[in-house]
């Protein structure tokens, strides 16, 4: 067996428009399960950023403790990675944030590294508007432990070894929502066709961008009885419509049949458009977004695509006034403003 993965590339395959192939977004072999829906995941990653031409080196990816944050080696070799402790990431990204703002942040979390060790950090970072992408790769269960049930199991869920789920789960999506993020999605990691275009709109959002992905254990949570097996998801899926996100370098065109399309322009002049599965959801109205969810939870179903988003939203950077300058980039004279100075910020607190 080899652990050294083929550059072959298909004699028809394009570079982006910075010049870059795939493959040049691609990272280490997978080590996970065979089927593994994280898997699916990182290949939607990998394709986002390769879509979108962005720079491999200008990002930095995040993680915690679990079989979803092994996945950052799986993707963007060629970037900045950061592994952290259990539930921990989004200090860390919060913190490298603030010392390089330049860089795209992408942080990949489990429903156990976030739904419970890492709950505190969760809601912190999402009040605070860090300008990143938080990912949760929901499958239900603790995989790396073999299987305990997570804080995201639905109550009657049933475990591999055949006790079924008492308590009451953690919804992400809502809690997100509650707390204040300003771009809101869930997805499925079988649905490739949606699941990128949300990956490249959250990207290309300005603030605290959020996907929960249904990401089936199939190992420990793909059996008849679990809420997260692909046959349950694939069964019970509601989208809010079709997600289509266009860069600003592009032609704005539709490809869709006719119906409700709702386009929203981002700060940087892209556009995400919505072709509405019902004419009653706003993915600018974050209550209507919650009534939405809960609507779709109480009749057993996943509500899936772009819930809600600010496109106007304001980020951490703004918040504290910082320098547009990185802060990893100052001098000492930028940082050391003189005598003048320190007298100034004295006497206004006299």
């Known amino acids: 067996m080899t652990y050294v993965r083929s550059r072959f590339e298909h004699p028809s395959a394009t570079p982006n428009s910075l010049g870059y192939s795939l493959r040049d977004y691609e990272g280490s072999l997978s080590t996970l399960c065979a089927g593994c829906g994280h898997d699916s995941i990182s290949a939607a990653i990998v394709r986002a950023c390769y879509e979108l031409s962005i720079e491999p080196h200008r990002v930095a990816k995040l993680s915690g403790i679990g079989c979803s944050s092994k996945t950052p080696t799986y993707f963007l070799g060629q970037s900045h990675g950061f592994n952290s402790v259990h539930g921990r990431m989004p200090s860390v990204a919060t913190g490298a944030n603030l010392a390089n703002r330049d860089l795209l942040y992408i942080g990949v979390s489990g429903d156990g590294d976030t739904a419970s060790i890492g709950m505190g950090q969760f809601a912190h970072v999402v009040r605070r508007s860090l300008n990143m992408l938080y990912i949760v790769e929901n499958n239900g269960c603790y995989g790396l432990t073999k299987g305990q049930d997570s804080a995201t199991a639905d109550v009657g869920s049933i475990s591999k070894k055949g006790s079924e789920n008492q308590y009451q789960p953690m919804d992400l999506v809502s809690l997100a929502l509650q707390l204040g993020a300003t771009f809101v999605a869930r997805s ?4 490739k066709e949606q699941l990128v275009p949300l990956l490249k709109a959250a990207m290309s959002h300005q603030g605290f961008a959020f996907i929960d992905v249904i990401s089936p254990c199939v190992t420990f949570n793909n059996h008849k009885g679990s ?13 809010t419509g079709a997600v289509d996100f266009v860069p600003m370098r592009e032609e704005i065109v539709t490809s869709y049949l006719e119906g409700s399309v709702q386009e929203v322009t981002l700060h940087d002049g892209s556009v995400v458009r919505l072709q509405k599965a019902g004419n009653d959801h706003d ?9 939405a969810q809960r ?27 910082t320098t547009s300058k990185p802060l990893n980039a100052l001098t000492e004279k930028d940082l050391c403003p003189g005598n003048a100075a320190l007298d100034r910020i004295n006497a206004s607190l006299r």
């Open 295 to 321: 609507a779709a939870t109480m009749e057993g179903e996943i509500l899936t695509g772009l819930l809600y988003i600010d496109p106007e939203a304001a980020e951490t950077h703004q918040f504290l006034n």
């Open 188 to 191: 499925f990691s079988g649905d």
């Open 227 to 239: 809420t997260k097996s692909y046959d349950y998801v694939r069964d019970h899926l509601e989208a």
């Open 283 to 291: 993915p600018r109205d974050r209550s209507a977004a919650l009534a």
